[in-house]
């Protein structure tokens, strides 16, 4: 079994900033691209940033400049910086990870979530 646990969120004026983890635990052999996303009510969840195993990066466009996703693979771990908040910003955060658990076949796994919230 691979559990993605993340931690961070919550409340934060507009401006501000907050930092979400997440670490991929269990039966781990490999960890490879690492994402996050979000996801409000009634609409469909959008991927916010990537990083490979080899630390390339993507974010989408709303983000860039002021979200920085980064890991630390001996941790099997992705962070994701959240600076100059902004109420859009608001939802609810969740991380993906292609995760190979005993071999070299690779699976997507999905944390929890975790809710952002930022107040105007």
């Known amino acids: 079994q691979v559990q993605l646990v993340e931690s961070g969120g919550g409340l934060v004026q507009a401006g501000g900033s907050l930092s979400l983890s997440c670490a991929a635990s269990g039966s781990v052999f490999r960890v490879d691209t690492m994402r996050w996303y979000r996801q409000t009510p009634g609409k469909q969840r959008e991927l916010v940033a990537g990083i490979t195993n080899g630390g390339s990066t993507n974010y989408v466009d709303s983000v860039k400049g002021r979200f920085t996703i980064s890991r630390d693979n001996a941790k099997n771990t992705v962070y994701l910086q959240m600076n100059s908040l902004k109420p859009e910003d608001t939802a609810v955060y969740y991380c993906?990870?292609?995760?190979?658990?005993?071999?070299?076949?690779?699976?997507?796994?999905w944390g929890r979530g975790t809710q952002v919230t930022v107040s105007s």
């Open positions: 993906n990870a292609d995760v190979a658990a005993s071999s070299l076949t690779f699976y997507g796994y």
